[in-house]
């Protein structure tokens, strides 16, 4: 049980890095206001 | 005019010159002065008044009146014998008061520093009522 | 599980940082992708605090003792429906419910912003994410609901008895949630303050938010009242502790929030004083955070946890700062110089004087909280300040709103003449005089409660006439009212939705004047097949039984009660005491039999054995219509909220 929760978490915080910098990584498709 | 005989029935008497605003300023002072007026139905039984004004020492700030503790059962019995002791009801305060302190009663006495329990709300109505005439005033004539 | 739960918890303050900063960021450096960044991890956020919810349920759920927590506010015994009670009701977990609630509303705010706005609520949403950032700082190091133990009890303490409740389901969530729903309306505030192209476009989204805190917070001190009156059997509601007026104090800002961004909405004018509102409304609903977790003043419903006081007091202090500094930096938007007040009699002005009644009696009610600890500095001796100050006090300044409640309405926008007034409070004025003649034949002569009812009737004629006013003119073809009243109300949502809450203010007074000024009580000893006299009502001992609910026994007292003038309706009601040997407490359960007249209340004070007790009456005239109060506040609420078609852009 532990160990699926330690992979949930490292899931968890894996995807949200990966989510709050994508749009880093797609900064030179966009526009600055 | 019936008008007028409406507006005595309020107590207040309408005189023709009289702008509305100092009618209601009089109407304010009513009001106020109903706080000071002795409120309670003096019928009712005196241990229910001091239920409501003395303090259980260890329910965490409640009343006599909203405690059930066993602590504040027996103060309850203790109020009914000194009232059948003749007692009245000052004399049952002073009781408490010698026993656990000021803190037993469930208000500030007027007296000393506390006067300020009562005063800074008194004049806090009336600061803010001056200062929302003033306001209007100034917007009026500005 | 536990771990689990609380490395999401710092997996959520990591993302909330970032949220807040970036948003920050973002909008003062004018960066489009530091924004869209913020907008993932504040919704991040939302996800990683509903899991951690979830993980305490778990925990509870499965009676998983090794948690601290959990051993200390459940059992195995505890029925499950409970769980979610236990969840909230100890210092850790209602903070994770704050916090849960916190973030969820923030969430649908962001999401249902129209998008006119949305762009200018960078700076909103930083704030949002700083406040949720500094509750996971606060559970993270301070109060870990996940604290795990290395002893582990075969049992959990069991919940506090006086929690078993139904009323326990509602109340403490609602409460909470009302308290916490106040950063909403007061980041959007924020946002418009910083948005200099001073738009109307924040009144409608202002409007709506402090509608649904006031309503919600509303409805929790209501239900609190109710439960107080029902399952703590003392016989009142209200009992003026410290926690009660902290949830009252913002509400009563708020209540003149709602009512002063009419005028803004309306004129343009007051926005100075609508920021000042609504921070005042935030900072006691702060205060009142820190006065329930450890603050220097007792009551019954505080969590006992003394340094977690200190960190509310300093987030206080600091969101304090905070917010007179933004408005001294954003002073020259305020100050509207077009639009003036023009008149006394002006549906401005005295909304002006509903605001300053309603924020004076506030801090009225304010300094008595905190006037013992004040006296201690100036006196040697303690002080209490309870019921019988605030009564005094607080009273009189409520009847003056009640009474401004009706002649505002009948006011006009800038200007009313002195014969417009007259004419349109004159009849009510007449019929309140013939029911004060009629009050007073019928023996109700003392000064407050007499002026207090005929406040009360006095604006409800108003608002009867201008509903029969309304209902007639739209009347034309049909002869039946109904629809037209219908009508009438559809057609103009916020002035009638108004209307009904203004109605629920009434019943509320009118239940208040009458159980405050003539209650009646009485102390008897009673057998069992005995039967007594009072106040028109009998009322018979039937017998005593005794239950056994695992280690907890009810000894409940049975009642027939009916009334001398119809001895045939009879009404069986219970009265008892409950003993939890483990919490060494006995819970007092008082048996009601109400009508609108009034309420007959029968407090077990003591059994003496099975055939004998001591029981106080009370009778409690018009209780009823404090309770009614509730639905039809909540009705006046959805009317107004309910969108117009024609609005929605």
Redesign the interface.
């Known amino acids: 049980?532990?160990f699926i929760?330690?992979i949930?978490?490292l899931f968890?915080?894996i995807s949200?890095t990966i989510?709050?910098?994508?749009?880093?990584i797609?900064?030179n498709d966009?526009?600055?206001? | 005019m019936?008008?007028d005989l409406?507006l005595t029935?309020y107590g207040m008497i309408y005189v023709k010159k009289l702008k509305?605003?100092s009618l209601f300023n009089i109407f304010?002072l009513a009001?106020?002065c109903?706080?000071i007026?002795p409120?309670e139905?003096s019928e009712?039984?005196l241990?229910?008044q001091l239920e409501?004004?003395i303090?259980c020492p260890v329910?965490?700030?409640?009343?006599l009146?909203?405690?059930?503790s066993l602590i504040a059962?027996d103060m309850k019995n203790t109020i009914?014998e000194k009232i059948l002791q003749g007692y009245n009801k000052e004399e049952v305060k002073n009781y408490f008061i010698a026993r656990y302190?000021?803190?037993?009663?469930?208000?500030?006495?007027v007296e000393?520093?506390?006067i300020f329990?009562?005063l800074?709300?008194i004049l806090?109505?009336i600061f803010?009522?001056l200062?929302?005439g003033f306001?209007?005033r100034k917007?009026?004539l500005? | 599980?536990n771990?689990?739960g609380f490395?999401?918890m710092i997996?959520g303050l990591i993302?909330s940082l970032?949220s807040s900063l970036f948003f920050f960021l973002g909008q003062i450096k004018?960066?489009?992708?530091f924004i869209?960044?913020a907008q993932?991890?504040f919704y991040?956020v939302i996800?990683?605090v509903i899991?951690s919810s979830f993980s305490l349920i778990y925990s509870f759920l499965t009676n998983d003792f090794a948690n601290v927590y959990v051993a200390n506010h459940s059992s195995l015994d505890m029925n499950r429906a409970l769980t979610l009670v236990a969840f909230y009701s100890g210092n850790e977990g209602s903070l994770l419910y704050i916090l849960l609630v916190h973030v969820i509303l923030s969430g649908i705010m962001y999401k249902f912003a129209p998008n006119n706005i949305k762009n200018k609520l960078n700076f909103s949403c930083s704030i949002l994410a700083v406040i949720t950032s500094f509750y996971l700082f606060v559970m993270i190091f301070f109060a870990n609901p996940f604290q795990i133990s290395e002893f582990i009890p075969n049992d959990g303490k069991g919940i506090n008895p006086l929690l078993r409740h139904p009323g326990m389901y509602i109340h403490p969530p609602l409460l909470m949630s009302g308290l916490a729903s106040i950063s909403i309306p007061f980041v959007l505030c924020q946002g418009s303050l910083f948005d200099n192209s001073n738009s109307n476009q924040w009144h409608t989204i202002l409007r709506v938010w402090c509608l649904f805190s006031w309503a919600v917070l509303g409805t929790g001190l209501l239900i609190g009242a109710w439960w107080a009156y029902t399952i703590?059997?003392?016989?009142?509601y209200w009992?003026w502790?410290?926690i009660e007026n902290v949830g009252l104090m913002p509400w009563l800002v708020l209540t003149a929030l709602i009512h002063s961004i009419m005028v803004e909405e309306r004129r343009g004018i007051f926005r100075l004083w609508n920021i000042i509102l609504i921070s005042l409304t935030f900072v006691l609903a702060l205060l009142g955070t820190f006065i329930n977790r450890g603050g220097p003043?007792?009551?019954?419903h505080?969590f006992a946890a003394s340094t977690l006081g200190f960190l509310f007091l300093i987030f206080m202090i600091v969101m304090t700062f905070y917010s007179v500094i933004s408005i001294i930096y954003n002073y020259k938007n305020l100050t509207n110089n077009e639009n003036?007040?023009?008149?006394?009699?002006s549906r401005e002005?005295s909304l002006?004087?509903n605001n300053?009644l309603l924020?004076?009696s506030s801090?009225?009610i304010l300094?008595?909280v905190i006037?013992?600890v004040v006296?201690i500095l100036?006196?040697d001796?303690?002080?209490?300040?309870?019921?019988?100050?605030f009564d005094?006090?607080a009273?009189?300044?409520f009847?003056?709103i009640i009474i401004l409640m009706g002649i505002g309405p009948i006011l006009s926008w800038r200007k009313t003449t002195?014969k417009a007034?007259?004419i349109r409070l004159?009849p009510s004025?007449?019929i309140t005089?013939l029911i004060?003649l009629y009050l007073y034949i019928s023996g109700i002569k003392?000064?407050?409660p007499f002026?207090s009812f005929i406040s009360i009737f006095f604006v409800m004629t108003i608002i009867i006439r201008e509903w029969i006013g309304g209902t007639k003119s739209r009347m034309s073809n049909s002869y039946n009212p109904i629809p037209s009243f219908i009508n009438m109300i559809v057609s103009n949502r916020g002035r009638n939705g108004g209307y009904v809450v203004h109605i629920a203010i009434l019943a509320l007074a009118f239940g208040v004047v009458g159980t405050k000024?003539?209650d009646?009580?009485l102390?008897v000893n009673i057998s069992v097949s005995e039967e007594i006299e009072f106040k028109g009502y009998s009322i018979l001992f039937k017998e005593t039984t005794q239950e056994f609910i695992g280690e907890n026994s009810i000894t409940k007292a049975h009642f027939e009660i009916s009334k001398v003038s119809n001895p045939n309706k009879i009404n069986n009601i219970t009265a008892m005491h409950s003993y939890y040997p483990n919490y060494n407490q006995?819970s007092?359960r008082s048996g009601i039999s109400s009508t609108p007249v009034e309420d007959l209340y029968i407090?077990p004070?003591?059994f003496i054995d099975e055939n004998n007790m001591t029981i106080r009456v009370a009778i409690n005239p018009l209780a009823w219509w404090i309770w009614l109060s509730g639905p039809i506040l909540i009705l006046g609420t959805l009317i107004t909220l309910w969108p117009n078609k024609m609005k929605r852009n």
């Not at chain 3, 004018?30 to 992708?33: D, P, W």
């Not at chain 3, 003043?297 to 019954?300: D, E, H, N, R, W």
């Not at chain 3, 001796?381 to 100050?389: C, D, K, Q």
């Open positions: 049980m532990e929760l330690s949930i978490f968890l915080t949200s989510i709050i910098l994508k749009p880093f797609n900064r966009q526009d600055d206001k | 019936k008008l409406l029935m509305f605003i304010i009001i106020l109903s706080c007026l409120v139905n009712k039984d241990y229910i409501k004004e303090m329910c965490d700030g409640q009343t009146d909203q405690s059930q059962e009914k302190g000021e803190s037993i009663i469930a208000y500030p006495k000393g520093f506390n329990a009562y800074i709300p806090g109505l803010s009522l200062i929302f306001y209007i917007q009026k500005g | 599980m771990n689990f490395y999401i997996l993302l970032h004018n960066k489009k992708v869209i960044s993932k991890s991040l996800l990683m899991i703590l059997g003392w016989g009142g009992g502790d410290p003043v007792v009551s019954v505080s003036k007040i023009e008149s006394y009699l002005a002006l004087l300053i924020v004076v801090l009225i300094w008595g006037f013992p006296s100036f006196n001796t303690e002080i209490s300040v309870s019921a019988p100050y005094k006090t009273g009189p300044i009847l003056f002195k007034v007259i004159l004025i007449i005089t004060g003392e000064f407050f002026v000024f003539y009646e009580r102390d006995i007092v407090i004070k003591d």
